[in-house]
């Protein structure tokens, strides 16, 4: 009999293309019969990060690339998680037309759309598929989005204080400033999207899949079940994470040079694929690094005002000519620069790595935990914040450093952080705490684990429909 086939629907960028097909090889991997086609959405030409990844995927896995979005159709200045989501709406004609010749030649039995593709989910109604959101982020979002509007009630009201933290059920309280950033203007197009989004991705599809584990976010996921009650579904499905990142010319040093480190003495920092800082906080990060005398690892990026600017690509070659004067030359003993981008899971599994100074993108968040790597809490933008709130004061495994009254956080706050967690009692209780978490991440993925029990629930509902 032919197998029951699954069409994936990824949003535009690295880290909303790569989740989801892992968690593809993941459910494969655990069930044998189904198989995948990815229709991919792009905004110009995909970056090689993307092209590499996707010719190392199993032929159980296809992919169909439509014809790339081109640039002028997405304004400059929209906030990222827009140009994300009009990669998509842009491309739905498309979506809409590879969906419905894959449903005429073969058994699709279900649609699983990224989160940021939500207006893909109308096109599995009409064609009577079950369907599903895949959130690459954590429970505490699935939980923002569904207390979306008593969230807007807050911050619309005349008497709400910025100072004291929001409270919502399950979620570890948060303060006004560590919002995601769109809900810092309710004017502004990308908090209307943020509700719309929210509303889209709980009441259309049969299943929300969150990229968490029960032992991770055990409350928030215990009361969102309880406030939803199967309508979604909720599905912690993960820890799900690359077995090793996409390979890179920088990768090799990077792994020679810890090679000689002592163990757990370097601390790895890094933003994420396309996090960016400022040239002056650039200078203070150089600057704290070198003054904490902690061994590092540092990914760097082209400065920049704006804090995704690297989100889709840019000039790695540029990089390092940002750095302050002298900087390389004075800290070749201590640390290691590369350009734009580095083997960051093979560097997070090296056992000189103790420290990961990390912009709190759910991926690198996942990562580190699997790792058992604590971290230092750098958000920048979009729900970053709220995950490094979620690692700080929910899970007690990272440190913080503050920002002063310009918004810039300066070298001496960040080279105390950064020797507190590498070198300080404190650090290293938070290294147990993130060891003990590394080792339920673990446990989760078992044969009996909970996100296994999880996938294998999904995959009941999938042969549902199909038998
Ligand atoms: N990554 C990497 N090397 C780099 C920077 C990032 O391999 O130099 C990978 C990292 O392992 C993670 C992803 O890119 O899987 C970044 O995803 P995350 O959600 O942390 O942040 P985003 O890029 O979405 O801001």
């Not at 990026?301 to 750095?323: D, H, M, T, V």
């Not at 706050?413 to 300080?424: D, N, T, Y």
Request: proline letters at 7%; aromatic letters at 8%; charged letters at 20%.
């Amino acid at each position: 009999m032919e197998n029951p086939h699954i069409v994936i629907v990824p949003s535009p960028g690295f880290t909303h293309l790569v989740p989801i097909l892992e968690f593809s090889k993941r459910l494969l991997h655990l069930h044998h019969e189904f198989r995948v086609t990815c229709i991919i959405p792009s905004l110009g030409p995909p970056p090689p990060s993307s092209q590499t990844y996707l010719q190392s995927l199993p032929p159980t896995i296809n992919f169909i690339f439509l014809p790339p979005i081109s640039k002028d159709q997405v304004p400059e200045h929209a906030h990222i998680t827009q140009q994300i989501q009009l990669g998509v709406t842009h491309s739905l004609p498309h979506i809409h037309q590879e969906l419905k010749s894959l449903c005429s030649r073969t058994r699709v039995v279900a649609l699983i759309v990224d989160v940021f593709a939500n207006s893909a989910l109308d096109f599995a109604r009409d064609l009577k598929l079950l369907s599903y959101v895949y959130l690459p982020l954590s429970a505490m979002i699935v939980s923002f989005y569904f207390h979306s509007k008593t969230l807007d009630q807050v911050l619309s009201s005349k008497h709400m204080d910025p100072q004291e933290p929001i409270i919502l059920s399950g979620c570890v309280p948060v303060h006004y400033s560590d919002l995601p950033q769109a809900c810092h203007d309710l004017s502004s197009d990308a908090y209307k999207e943020f509700l719309i989004r929210s509303r889209r991705c709980l009441s259309l599809p049969d299943g929300v899949l969150v990229n968490s584990f029960l032992e991770l976010e055990e409350e928030t996921v215990r009361v969102l079940k309880e406030q939803i009650r199967g309508k979604p579904k909720i599905f912690p499905v993960g820890p799900i994470i690359q077995s090793a990142s996409v390979d890179h010319k920088n990768g090799l040093e990077c792994l020679t040079w810890l090679d000689k480190k002592e163990p757990s003495s370097v601390l790895y920092v890094s933003f994420g694929s396309g996090g960016t800082l400022s040239q002056e906080q650039s200078d203070e990060l150089a600057f704290g690094l070198e003054l904490s005398g902690v061994k590092f690892l540092w990914v760097v990026r082209a400065p920049s005002n704006k804090a995704s600017a690297g989100y889709f690509g840019g000039a790695a070659e540029e990089s390092l000519r940002f750095l302050p004067l002298g900087f390389v030359d004075r800290t070749k003993n201590q640390g290691l620069v590369v350009p734009f981008w580095a083997p960051q899971i093979q560097i997070l599994t090296h056992r000189s790595v103790g420290g990961f100074l990390c912009h709190c993108g759910w991926n690198s968040v996942l990562e580190s935990v699997v790792k058992g790597v604590p971290v230092v809490a750098w958000p920048l933008f979009a729900e970053q914040s709220l995950n490094a709130v979620l690692l700080t004061d929910g899970l007690k495994v990272a440190l913080r450093p503050k920002v002063n009254e310009n918004g810039i956080m300066p070298r001496e706050e960040i080279a105390k952080v950064v020797s507190g967690l590498m070198r300080s009692a404190e650090g290293a209780d938070i290294r147990k705490r993130m060891e003990h978490l590394k080792n339920a991440a673990s446990k989760a993925l078992e044969e009996d684990g909970s996100s296994t029990m999880a996938l294998s629930e999904l995959a009941a509902d999938l042969r549902g429909l199909w038998h």
